[in-house]
């Protein structure tokens, strides 16, 4: 390790090593104290405690063995025996250079890269994204990208819901609203052939519509429910008229998704569904089967998932229903079984509402019993919800349900106006103004996320998102649009960048936040936490703007001025890689 962090934890081990202690106590952390010290160790009261001497007494002799060390300016005893460091300006400025120089920014790799796969986003057939599918693209396209910065083989697959009980449910409720179509699917079903003309007269707001009613009407009537059941195991079966119809949802699902996607900057590497596992279902049960894992429960087929110690009672894994139909459950394993077998991923993670925890908890428990993977393979990641000022789930004035492509609509209508407000992209052409609209919005509603850790809920609040002051999204464009401004200038100007030195006070805090990337990747990445990053980013433009203002870069001498332009490249440059991690993109200007 590399990191300012890293290099001080083994200087530090080591003089604990000197005073016959484990080296491992020598740990530092970013001092609590910014104005006292750069770095401190708590390792003397640690040791104190473990071979009960006093704290004190301990950590003189660390700090008598670290007194030669150049790079340290001071080493002083606080309190009961905390040791604050001091780092030379020459120390600072040769870490500022080195991450100036490294195309990654300061941020390692991991030493033993995996194949990871990242599911998330999950939208569904015939049924448009809502807010609930924000957080669950955004979260997991961090994640992806995360784990991709720091090294690892990564896909991105979106697990499309294309082949559950909501798939039969709609298929009925279709023929019976609509005659010209039933009579092609029934015919198709009989072996016909129809023209299938009058299936373009379905509309995803016909299935939008429809959906609703049908699952309403399906939870009150049995007969309603059973038809549905027995039209969704037809459609497994594939029953050419319903297998044609639900083909016409997912092409009219489709182009909205990808609308929708795209315009949040989220992609995925893979456009997987449900149903493409369908024919690794019936040997994956009959294996099931001969290992001794399913067990008959009144018609229907399930696997028993409890364990000894478990705290609550797990509901079994339904495998195979009474009427023969493979569950969303029975999807997620058979594609557990396809991952396994394409991609052979070491790692797969989740990225869904945490209410999902125990269908995950069921589903992971079966795949390690059947041996399609090894326990702590698959992770569950889970997160709270977006919520109204109510406290519950964010909902419309209406009461329904928000789609996502009215909520990013919204926050583009509103991220114009703010951008009027401010007078920023006046001068600039219809197109670019409403490119950086898009980004300003997609920042918004990514960084309000973010910059929470996933479990909490936060409250939806469109007017605090999309302000350009504050801990926001905006804040942070428009932070790095003005450096780019300025490099812009310096440029024009002709002016270079050089070699770094650090003496200012600000520049030194600047340098400590470049440091701190590495520390904010390893936190986000071993967390499952991209809020990490997003206080990254934060801190850094917050960091910057003291030095910006502390430290005149354009009038100052010129080696001074190369020295704070190579600064300001930095800290740009990694500003955009953190911001790239949290899937948010920066305009050149605004
Ligand atoms: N489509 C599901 C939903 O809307 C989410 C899918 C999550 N991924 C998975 N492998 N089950 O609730």
Known sequence: MSDLKGVLSEAVGAAFAQAGLPPELGRVTASDRPDLADFQSNGALAAAKR??????????????ALAGDPRLSAVEIAGPGFINLKLTD????????????????????????????????????????????????????SIKRLYRFRGDEVLGDAHFGDWGYQMGLLIGAVMDENPAVAGVVDALNAGQT????????????????????AAAKGKADTDYRDRARKITAALQDRQPGYFALWQRFRDVTQVALQRDFHALGVDFDLWKGESDVEDLIDPMVAELDAKGLLVDDQGARIIRVTREGDKKDLPPLLVVSSEGSAMYGTTDLAT????????????????????QADHFEIVFRAAYLAGYAIEGELNHVGFGTMNGTDGKPFKT??????????MIEMTREKARERLHEAGLGEDLSADEFEEIAG??????????????????????????????????????????????????????????????????????????????????LTEAYDRYAPNAVAEHAYRLSQAFSKFYAACPIMTAQPAVRASRLALAQTTLAQLERALDVLGIAVPERM
């Open 194 to 213: 129809a023209d299938l003309a009058a299936f373009e007269t379905v509309s995803l707001a016909d299935l939008d519509r429809l959906y609703p009613e």
């Open 90 to 141: 020459a120390a600072l400025g040769a870490r500022a250079q080195a991450i100036a120089d490294d195309p990654r920014l300061g941020a390692e790799r991991v030493a033993q890269p995996r194949r990871v796969l990242v599911d998330y986003g999950g939208p569904n057939v015939a049924k448009p994204m809502h807010v609930g599918h924000l957080r669950a693209s955004i979260i997991g396209e």
């Open 439 to 520: 980004k300003v919005a997609v920042a918004a509603l990514k960084f309000a996320d973010l910059q929470n850790f996933r479990g909490t809920s936060y409250v939806f609040d469109l007017d605090r998102f999309t302000s350009f002051e504050g801990k926001t999204g905006p804040y942070l464009l428009y932070q790095a649009v003005r450096v780019k401004s300025l490099l812009r200038r310096a440029e024009a100007e002709g002016v270079k960048a050089g070699p770094i030195a650090v003496t200012e006070p600000a520049e030194r805090e600047l340098t400590l936040t470049l440091d701190a990337f590495e520390t904010a």
């Open 51 to 64: 071979v009960g001497k006093n704290p004190r007494e301990i950590a003189d002799a660390v700090a008598q």
């Open 336 to 355: 557990i079984l396809d991952r396994k077998r394409s991609f052979d991923p070491q790692l797969v993670i989740y990225c869904v509402d945490q209410r």
């Open 397 to 406: 004035r209406e009461g329904g349900v928000l789609k996502l492509n009215d």
